[in-house]
């Protein structure tokens, strides 16, 4: 009843509200009909990750559905007999039961994310669930949702954690229970920003742990990994094998924004998952002001993003 009574007063309000703050665009200050969305230039300028990408890390692909003659039967062929995988996951089988990246690290998703975590704009948070929860296949069962850790100083430093924020929206909106300190980084990192993968799984060895408070609830479960922004996945990958040690079953990771690094190819022939399960649908998930029509990778970044 409170909450019935608290939207009602929300929607009495709103436009009083408007009127007082003018809805605007987060990101250019162009006029929005109503708070809590993009313009539609803005919009335009988010890279939506699709099909065809790989079945394990959900990395997009070239769509060879334009290909000629031999090729395009050949692959045709493949793709009967299963999902395809990129070089890396061919090169190094992750760990992780697949990646849900609500966009792809560009200039529209970085400005996201700067004035998310650094700018204190807590305000963007529940647009950045909305894009990941509408990224998020069906998950079966009951999920433990679990932000990636911040180190003490940083989160006193900074007085939040934005990936635990993302997580509990995301927990709020599947119906899921949160776990918010189910990891924690006893161990501080410098900036991560300017190192590369090797130099970055180096310095975040043994940094996360597992909630020792926590364990017998990871034991066995199944785990949702959010993160902010995936670079390297040097950050995910110490929290899944914190994960992995003290039980999981299974861990996904969802995240808002995703560094494709293209020097790190994907393979001129990528070759089916002879183990790939059958495509799940997003049954049951809300998708409102979002559309998955194909991977637009224009002007994405081969930079790194800064983690943590």
Known sequence: ???????????????????????????????????????????????????????????PLPDRSADQGAEAALARADAAQGAWICAPCMAEPPRHHGIAAATLYNDVSRHLVLAFKHGRRLGLADLMVRLMVAR????????????????????????????????????????????????????????????????????????????????????????????????????????????????ARAVRIACFARVIDDTQAIAPRAMPDPQAAEPTQNAGTETTGTQNTGTQNTGTENTMAPEA
């Open 1 to 59: 009843m409170l909450k019935l009574g608290a939207m009602r007063w929300t929607r009495a309000l709103a436009p009083l509200i408007d009127v007082v703050f003018p809805p605007r665009c987060p990101l250019c200050g162009a006029p929005l009909a109503q708070h809590g969305g993009l313009c539609v230039a803005c919009w335009q300028g988010l890279s939506i990750p699709g099909d065809p990408c790989c079945s394990r890390c959900q990395r």
């Open 136 to 247: 998020l296949p069906a998950l079966p069962g009951e999920w433990l949702v679990v932000p990636v850790p911040l180190h003490r100083w940083r989160l006193w430093q900074r007085g939040f954690n934005q990936s635990a924020l993302l997580a509990g929206g995301i927990a709020r909106a599947l119906g899921q229970p949160l776990l918010v300190d189910g990891l924690h980084r006893p161990r501080a990192t410098p900036p991560l920003g300017h190192l590369g993968r090797t130099q970055r799984a180096a310095l975040l060895q043994g940094a996360v742990r597992a909630n020792a408070a926590r364990r017998a609830q990871i034991k066995g479960a199944q785990v949702l990994l959010v993160d902010d922004v995936m670079t390297s996945g040097a950050t995910t990958d110490a929290c899944i094998a914190a994960l992995r040690k003290a039980g």
